[in-house]
């Protein structure tokens, strides 16, 4: 089973930059791909951004240009600099990754979620 643990976040002005990270570990075959993902208060949870194990990346539209996902060479964790921040990014951000398991099946884990607050 996989554990995430996720950094970063807090408060930011509008126009500023935070970068999050999301730390997986445990046992597992290979990641196949981790995203990001973000729920405002009394809204849905939505995708923000995701990698490949390829390294293909996916954004939504509205933060295409600004933010940028990443992993590290390990592929193990997951970066999202976010930059050029505005007050609608305010939100819970959590990573998600989908991975194999020890037994062969594929599944997901999910971070406990970072806050993210944009002031103007």
């Known amino acids: 089973q996989v554990q995430l643990v996720e950094s970063g976040g807090g408060s930011v002005q509008a126009g500023g930059s935070q970068r999050l990270s999301c730390a997986a570990s445990g046992r597992y075959i290979r990641i196949n791909n981790m995203a990001w993902y973000r729920q405002a208060p009394e809204t849905q949870r939505e995708f923000v951004a995701l990698?490949?194990?390829?390294?293909?990346?996916n954004y939504q539209d509205s933060v295409k240009g600004r933010f940028t996902i990443s992993t590290n060479d390990a592929k193990n964790t997951v970066y999202l600099q976010m930059n050029s921040l505005d007050v609608g990014d305010t939100a819970v951000y959590s990573c998600r990754v989908n991975y194999i398991a020890p037994q062969g099946w594929t599944t997901n884990a999910w971070g406990q979620g970072t806050q993210v607050t944009v002031s103007s």
């Open positions: 990698i490949e194990y390829n390294g293909v990346t």
